[in-house]
Each structure stands twice: as structure tokens, then as C-alpha cells.
């Protein structure tokens, strides 16, 4: 029986064995997760960022960085499949010129962090455990529900000059929503909707959320926009930063993720 099994594990080993371009940092944490990393070929890198697990992915092969892949190192690999993103997908036409699939995954949920999950499973042959992955994450994720936020109003500032705040229809106010918070922007079009000072000053949101590296700092906002000191968020010093890998990044570790911004704002 032992022998049978064996037998069986290496057949669906060899069949989902894939040289795999990873252009998506998410994707190359869920792939380490999902334990099938023998099948990355090679990864895009981060400028400003490192992808977990860093002691491993900084050995591996590089095509340049996630939002300038080099086509012609991704064509020197030959691979099985490239998966981009949104920030990528400008090489999908010239890779399907010459017959390399590709798989464009989208991260603006934690539903699509599922889906995507899934998606690459399918790929690799590790349905079982994704199904496993995805249990535990909802299961942590469900923890914060009620971390004592429900109805406190938020703002999450993407662009400080303008002012610009993510909406409901992002994996950042995903986030957000799912620790109970409402967004000042919800119902607004687009992902990050210009929102005046007046808006806000109305909206007297009890935080302002700053994404790291793009919000701009909690004094460039307030001097820029002195009317600001007024609201909650400002008098009770719930101007907070938070680095932008654990709000912008759709990782399988995004509930490791939410514990840590959950703390922040405590």
C-alpha cells in the first residue's frame, strides 16, 4: 500500500512539475505556503520591500522588478506559466506572442486572496491544501471581527496632495471593513477618490489611517491641511502610519498582517 502511494505522489508530482515566473510578490509567499516554491523559476523583485520568506526568495532568480519585468529574461526560462498582476500585465501581450501562458490574478479583497489561492493550487496540484490554507486564514481573519471598532469612521489616506482615500473596493478597505471601521469613502468611484479637506473635516473621521511611503507623514498632512486639526482623529492622536506591505500586498499571510495593524492601532 505504502509503495502504491508513493507511486501515486510522484505520477501527480511530475504532472503539476512547472517552471513558474512569478511577477507578483503575493504569489511567491503563496507559493512557499502552499509548499510547491521548487516550481518558481524565477520572481520580480521589490524595490523598496522584501518578500517573505526573505532568507529564501533572496536566492532566487530575478526578471527585473514586479512593475518592469524584463521580457527577455522571462524568455530566456522558457516557462510553463508567468503570472502578473495589475502592475505587470504590460507584458501579457508580448508573452502570449509567443505561447507562454499567463495568469493575471487581482488582489482588490480578501475573497479575491481566496480565489487567488485557489487559482494557483489548480495549477500546482495543491488543492487540499489550499482548501487547508484558506480555512485557517478565514478562521484567524474572523478574530478581529470584533476588536472594538465596529462604527468608528476612518479615513485611509493613498495620496496626501491631493488627498486621496482608498474606498470599499480595495483590499485596504477590505481590511478595514472587516475590523469593523466605516470608510468615509465608501460609495465614491474609484479605488482612491480625491476627497477635500472640507470632506473630511465634515466626515470627522476617528482615524486617519496613512499608508507608509505614499500618504505622505501625519505633520506634512496637518501643515498642508491645517483645518484637519480639528477633527477626532487629529485631537485624539489617531493619525496613524502603516507600512504599505501589510495593506497593499494580497498575501495568503494577510491575517498575520491584520494582527499587525490591529496593534498599531492600539
Known amino acids: 500500500m505504502k509503495k502504491i502511494v508513493l507511486i501515486l505522489s510522484l505520477v501527480a508530482s511530475l504532472v503539476y512539475a512547472k517552471k513558474i515566473v512569478v511577477l507578483e510578490p503575493s504569489v511567491v509567499e503563496m507559493m512557499y505556503l502552499l509548499e510547491v516554491d521548487d516550481q518558481i523559476a524565477a520572481i520580480s523583485t521589490l524595490t523598496m520591500a522584501k518578500i517573505w520568506p526573505e532568507d529564501k526568495t533572496v536566492n532566487l532568480p530575478s526578471v527585473g522588478t514586479y512593475s518592469k519585468p524584463n521580457l527577455e529574461k522571462i524568455m530566456e526560462l522558457s516557462p510553463d506559466l508567468v503570472v502578473t498582476s495589475f502592475h505587470s500585465q504590460g507584458v501579457n501581450a508580448d508573452l502570449a506572442k509567443f ?40 478562521t484567524k481573519v474572523a478574530e478581529f471581527a470584533n476588536s472594538g471598532y465596529q462604527g468608528k469612521k476612518v479615513a ?34 474609484g479605488q482612491t477618490p480625491i476627497i477635500s479637506p472640507e470632506i473630511l473635516l465634515s466626515a470627522n473621521p476617528d482615524y486617519i489611517i496613512v499608508v507608509g511611503g505614499m500618504g505622505g507623514s501625519e505633520s506634512e498632512i496637518l501643515a498642508q491641511n491645517p483645518t484637519l486639526k480639528k477633527i477626532n482623529a487629529a485631537k485624539n492622536g489617531k493619525i496613524i502610519t502603516i507600512p504599505s506591505s501589510l495593506l497593499l500586498r494580497g498575501t495568503p499571510r494577510i491575517s498575520e498582517n491584520i494582527e499587525a495593524i490591529e496593534k498599531m492601532l492600539k
Open 99 to 138: 505561447g507562454i501562458k499567463t495568469l493575471v490574478i487581482k488582489s482588490d479583497s480578501l475573497e479575491d486572496i481566496y480565489k487567488n489561492i485557489n487559482l494557483i493550487a489548480k495549477e500546482t496540484g495543491k488543492e487540499e491544501k489550499a482548501k487547508e490554507l484558506i480555512t485557517q486564514t478565514k
Open 156 to 189: 485611509i489616506l493613498f495620496s496626501s496632495t491631493p488627498i486621496m482615500a482608498f474606498n470599499d473596493n480595495s483590499l485596504v478597505g477590505d481590511i478595514f471593513a472587516k475590523l469593523g471601521f466605516v470608510n468615509i469613502a465608501s460609495g465614491m468611484s
